[in-house]
């Protein structure tokens, strides 16, 4: 199992970034793939689920902000986020719901 996350960056306040997460060795269009975070001296934290079918669930402090989606043909997630604030800031992962392995992380900064 792989993941592989890009896409991170520095950015302004109320600036946009998308992030990617390319996956190998499991079955990418049965899975749930889920998008979390982890700020300096934080704990990590759930951000955003996407479904196998699309559906979406998010943390409330992301809700109308960020956008969870998916290309099952081509075995990748997508985590879009506007509307950046500094306390997103975090080094942003994605996993295979339920299971352990993780990426390398994309970091985001935002910060003017």
């Known amino acids: 199992v792989q993941l592989v996350e890009s896409g991170g960056g520095l950015v302004q306040p109320g600036g946009s970034l998308r992030l990617s997460c390319a996956v190998s060795?499991?079955?990418?269009?049965?899975?749930?793939m889920t998008w979390h975070r982890q700020a300096p001296g934080k704990a990590r934290e759930w951000v955003a689920t996407?479904?196998?079918?699309?559906?979406?669930f998010y943390t409330d402090s992301v809700k109308g902000r960020f956008t969870a989606s998916r290309d099952n043909d081509n075995g990748a997630a997508y985590l879009e986020m506007n509307s950046l604030k500094p306390e997103d800031t975090a080094v942003y992962y994605c996993?295979?719901?339920?299971?352990?392995?993780w990426g390398q992380g994309t970091q985001v900064t935002v910060s003017s």
């Open positions: 996993q295979e719901a339920g299971t352990s392995t």
């Open positions: 996407v479904a196998p079918g699309g559906a979406t």
């Open positions: 060795g499991f079955t990418f269009i049965e899975a749930i």
